[in-house]
């Protein structure tokens, strides 16, 4: 093993823990130079590091027989190296097309979902420098942010790649003098897929300019990684002092450095599966000076009201009011359970269980006054994407009482109350 390689690997290996003894480490094999350099190497330092070894090769269906031999090629070597060889068959083009996604896609989605499928403690990935450096190029072309500039990580979950840290070039160079046999893939020059044009058109063009392009691009990933760190450390911080009972305090937001506030909008939401892409983040972030709503999508929105900023879920209403009904004598009623109570005597008309509708007013028993349901669920904070679900009980002449918060001053109960009504939610049928 050429020694500057042998060497890199090894420091990759050690600096981010790759390895432990005992392990059985899943190879992912395509036959080219790059993961075929990966299994030669870790068959090399298999007793060194006290590790057993298999080896996955997913077979796309795209280029035909070429493609049939890639997996016969990987298979062979396999066998004459004493590894464990699985092989995983698909037709690409036509699944994809059928889950109505993209080749490249589908495919890295299907590989490693046959990963994950076959019981081992570390999975290995050839990734190597070169593809980093695409891979942040291709995501600052879609408009990625400091993250997506981190590029390939070294380690992620079980997943190891360690010749991230080795050039494609070093790769080449390294098998072709060795004798190390390596598959060609044709469809690597077909510059119609992103990745391909990045690397045949983009990256020679930079080396043009600079012939070391690879490591200094390899030197401003590891640096937005380092920062990438050290800011999300303190967004982490800083989630912990903003966050108050599900609830953002928006003044704490506001005396964070906007590289930590934009992160701690960005936990927030995610802790509710939502991902902000900038422009929703940017007028989330106007809402810590006002109060109003921004629709992220759907019947999702950021609602500020007051001191907070919190996730909303508009969908969520249950409009089904089903109650039961119960007329109870004073004396009956005692450590009755329910959900709402009058007195009976005192209602006009049919008792109805509904939303609120607008002109809807209430006079709350006890308060000595009369105000709009809106105005009181204001009062009583109930955040509006619940307020559909707020039962709301009315008579013939008007609103009665709201479940769970007030009874109207006209029909409550005292001490010349004889019947009560009573009303008790019925369980979902759900």
Do not use: W
């Amino acid at each position: 093993m050429n020694n500057k390689i042998e060497y890199t690997i090894e420091n990759t290996i050690k600096k981010y823990d790759m390895l432990s003894c005992g392990d059985k480490v899943l190879v992912a094999v395509s036959g080219g130079a790059d993961s075929m350099l990966l299994l030669n190497f870790l068959i090399t330092v298999r007793d060194k590091y006290g590790i057993t070894l298999a080896a996955a090769h997913v077979e796309h269906g795209i280029r035909g027989e070429d493609s049939v031999k890639d997996a016969e090629f990987v298979e062979d070597f396999c066998r004459s190296h004493n590894v464990e060889f699985h092989l995983l068959s698909i037709n690409a083009p036509e699944e994809a097309k059928a889950n109505k996604i993209g080749v490249e896609e589908y495919s890295r989605k299907r590989r490693y979902e046959f990963f994950n499928s076959i019981e081992c403690d570390k999975i290995a990935t050839a990734h190597n420098l070169t593809d980093n450096v695409e891979t942040a190029l291709f995501r600052l072309a879609r408009g990625s942010g400091l993250k997506g500039m981190c590029g390939i990580p070294p380690v992620r979950d079980k997943i190891i790649r360690p010749l991230i840290d080795v050039s494609s070039a070093e790769i080449r160079e390294y098998c072709n003098k060795h004798n190390i046999s390596y598959r060609t893939d044709a469809t690597n020059f077909d510059n119609d897929y992103s990745r391909n044009y990045i690397r045949n058109e983009i990256i020679p063009s930079f080396a043009e300019i600079s012939g070391d392009f690879i490591n200094n691009a390899a030197a401003f990933i590891s640096d937005a990684r380092e920062d990438m760190s050290f800011i999300e450390k303190s967004a982490e911080k800083a989630y912990l002092k903003c966050c108050d009972d599900g609830r953002l305090r928006k003044s704490d937001i506001k005396e964070l450095d906007i590289s930590v506030a934009k992160r701690v909008l960005l936990k927030y939401f995610s802790d509710y599966n939502v991902t902000l892409d900038r422009v929703h983040l940017n007028s989330i972030l106007c809402l810590l000076d006002k109060s109003g709503r921004v629709q992220i999508k759907g019947d999702i929105f950021a609602v500020a009201d007051g001191e907070f900023l919190r996730f909303a879920d508009f969908s969520k209403k249950d409009k089904s009011f089903k109650y039961a009904t119960q007329i109870l004598k004073f004396s009956e009623f005692d450590n009755k359970s329910v959900d709402f109570y009058c007195d009976c005597d005192k209602i006009i008309g049919k008792v109805t269980v509904r939303n609120r509708i607008a002109g809807d007013t209430i006079n709350p028993a006890g308060r000595g006054c009369s105000k709009s349901l809106k105005k009181l669920y204001n009062e009583m904070k109930i955040p509006p994407e619940l307020r559909e679900s707020v039962s709301v009980v009315a008579d013939e002449q008007g609103v009665i009482g709201v479940i769970g918060y007030c009874v109207d001053e006209r029909v409550k109960t005292c001490r010349d109350t004889k019947n009560i009504f009573c009303l008790s939610k019925l369980p979902s049928e759900d």
